[in-house]
């Protein structure tokens, strides 16, 4: 019961998020959103700073778990690599949902050391599983892979500021991150 509720307060403090930015999120609008107390909110979160934290591994987490269906079985390593890093830009609410609260949150942590350090966590971790899929497909060297992987994850990140700011519409973001791909990892290599 205790994680059905705080898996409900996590889903509506990313809904929050993806609607009106973390500094338009208020505690309250949480409450509503999931239903539930304020006091509770505060049982399981102790502050602002801890909701959004968890909120981040939740979005996180929630993303791993999809990336892991993405890449589970076959050896197509670039093929699989690619496929994940365009799952981060479509026309879908919850993938636009998830990445609004991922930009809103990188940009806030350059004013809250704490969230700062729960985001380092989270882009560790998305970096490794992309460097994971670079070495298969290259068979490089652990630092070569992973400045690849620290390349193609700013690539998608920065291309996603670009989607989610309307600068750029789904289709040529998509394209941007082909382009940037096989400039970085050509298919016949």
Partial sequence: MANDTRQRILEACSICIARD???GMRV???CKQAGVSTGLVYYHFT??????????????ADSLAQRGE???????SRGLLRDLLL??????E?????????NEIRAIAVFEPPLAGH???????????VAELVKLHTGAGTGQCRDTALLLTALVEGISGRWLSNQLDTAAARAALERGLEA???ATA
């Fill in 21 to 23: 930015g973390v500094r």
């Fill in 28 to 30: 309250q609008d949480v």
């Fill in 47 to 60: 502050d602002r700073d801890g909701l959004l934290a968890a909120t981040l591994e939740y979005v996180n």
């Fill in 70 to 76: 993405q890449t589970a079985g076959g050896g197509r």
């Fill in 87 to 92: 799952a981060e830009i479509q026309d879908d």
């Fill in 94 to 102: 919850s993938v636009r949902a998830k990445s609004i609260v991922w």
């Fill in 119 to 129: 985001l380092a966590t989270s882009t560790a971790a998305w970096q490794n599983h």
């Fill in 184 to 186: 970085l990892l050509p």
